[in-house]
C-alpha cells in the first residue's frame, strides 16, 4: 500500500518557519537614567547632574523605585556653573538658602514615567499630552530603568 503525500503538510514543510519579529519597545530607545536617593543632599544632586551632565534626575526609594524627579530647569540657581548668581531680593536669597540645606525628597516633584513595555510611539504621545520634556523609563516593580525624551536626547 503506497500512503499518499498530503499536499498541505509537503507545501509548509518545504517552507522555513519564520519567528515573527519582535515589536520595538521604549527599551529600544531609552538612555541611562540618572538617578539620586531621597536622602542625598542638594550638593550631591547638583554634583551628579553636571557629572553626568543630566538635564533631569530620578529620585528613587532603596528598592530603586522612583519616588519624584529633579528638572535643572526648575532650580536655575543651583545649576549655575558661570559664577554669575545674582544676589537677589531679600525673599529669593532666604528661600536660595534654604533649598542649599534641602534633601533631594524636598527637592522633587511628581515625575512622569512610562512602563517599559510600550512601543515608543506610546510613550512620545504620552510626553506630549503631558507637556513633559522628559519621562524615565519603569520595569513592572516601578524600578527605573532609563529615560526618554520627546527628541530623544540623554535625560
Given at each position: 500500500?503506497?500512503?499518499?503525500?498530503?499536499?498541505?503538510?509537503?507545501?509548509?514543510a518545504a517552507r522555513p518557519v519564520v519567528a515573527p519579529a519582535p515589536a520595538e519597545t521604549v527599551t529600544d530607545r531609552m538612555a541611562p537614567a540618572v538617578t539620586v536617593a531621597?536622602?542625598?543632599d542638594v550638593g550631591q544632586?547638583?554634583?551628579?547632574?553636571?557629572?553626568?551632565?543630566?538635564a533631569a534626575i530620578?529620585?528613587?526609594?532603596e528598592y530603586g523605585r522612583i519616588l519624584g524627579a529633579i528638572d535643572s530647569g526648575e532650580y536655575p540657581?543651583?545649576?549655575?556653573?558661570?559664577?554669575?548668581?545674582?544676589a537677589g531680593t531679600a525673599r529669593q536669597r532666604r528661600r536660595r538658602e534654604?533649598?542649599?540645606t534641602a534633601t533631594a525628597e524636598e527637592l522633587m516633584a511628581p515625575a512622569l514615567v512610562v512602563p517599559a513595555a510600550w512601543p515608543p510611539a506610546r510613550a512620545w504621545a504620552a510626553l506630549a499630552a503631558a507637556g513633559a520634556r522628559f519621562a524615565f523609563v519603569v520595569d513592572e516593580l516601578g524600578r527605573v530603568i532609563g529615560g526618554v525624551t520627546?527628541?530623544?536626547e540623554a535625560v
Open positions: 500500500m503506497v500512503l499518499a503525500e498530503n499536499p498541505v503538510t509537503a507545501r509548509t531621597a536622602g542625598a544632586v547638583v554634583d551628579i547632574m553636571l557629572r553626568r551632565r543630566a530620578a529620585v528613587v526609594d540657581d543651583l545649576f549655575d556653573t558661570t559664577g554669575a548668581r545674582v534654604r533649598r542649599a520627546v527628541r530623544g
